[in-house]
């Protein structure tokens, strides 16, 4: 099993650019994640879907927006880049057990850079 | 609303010296409480997790983790550190939502 991947792994894009990062899940998992991670703010979730065919808004939405494709992928949309986003993106995933909260699985990143 | 606090930014020991990380949550319930390890450059990867029973937890690469409720507090410890340690850890709560709150993350140093 490859796990969560996510392509690209770098990307530079200028102010006002879009770009869409893609996150794939090979673990049947029914939820998936966004976090953004930032220097001394931990990761902060952008958006999530807690099944396929659903999406949430997460703490720092603005700017940003998501596709849960099928059950494997959820993909995030940059529509005008701005520097403010420049941060490095983790895609995770979680089974959904009942009656307890099992841990995520995180992808390896994608650090952006916007100029 | 849930939170998570490490009040430790950095933390350096000495290769072979005893570890505790901090982490103290607000949640009004019993909380599902995890601690992740970050590599540089790579994703998270759980070290263990507390979901209920027992409340010493243990975990991967010699951790282990104690849910104390009464101080709100769930601390990871190891008793001797190695250079390959050296990371940065996040502590995370989640209640009935299942959606984790992170902590800002504690960077490990270690010294030969």
């Known amino acids: 099993n490859a796990g969560v991947t996510q392509t690209p792994k770098f990307q530079v894009l200028k102010t006002g650019q879009s770009m869409t990062l893609q996150c794939a899940q090979d673990m049947n998992h029914n939820s998936m994640y966004w976090y953004r991670q930032d220097p001394g703010m931990g990761l902060r979730l952008i958006y999530y879907s807690a099944s396929e065919g659903t999406t949430d808004k997460g703490e720092v939405p603005n700017g940003y927006n998501v596709s849960r494709l099928n059950k494997r992928e959820f993909s995030l949309r940059l529509e005008s880049a701005a520097p403010s986003q420049t941060s490095v993106y983790f895609c995770a995933s979680r089974p959904l057990t009942s009656g307890r909260a099992d841990e995520q699985f995180f992808g390896p990143g994608t650090r952006l850079t916007v100029l | 609303a849930q939170s998570v606090t490490q009040p430790d930014i950095h933390i350096t020991v000495s290769e072979g010296a005893s570890l505790e990380l901090r982490c103290n949550y607000s949640y009004g319930a019993t909380p599902y409480l995890f601690w992740y390890v970050q590599s540089p450059g790579q994703g998270l990867q759980l070290l263990l997790k507390y979901f209920s029973g027992d409340t010493l937890v243990q975990g991967i690469k010699g951790f282990e983790a104690e849910f104390k409720r009464s101080q709100s507090s769930f601390n990871l410890r190891k008793p001797s550190v190695h250079w390959s340690d050296a990371a940065e850890y996040f502590c995370?709560?989640?209640?009935?939502?299942?959606?984790?709150?992170f902590g800002r993350g504690t960077s490990l140093i270690v010294h030969p």
């Open positions: 995370a709560v989640s209640g009935g939502s299942y959606i984790p709150t």
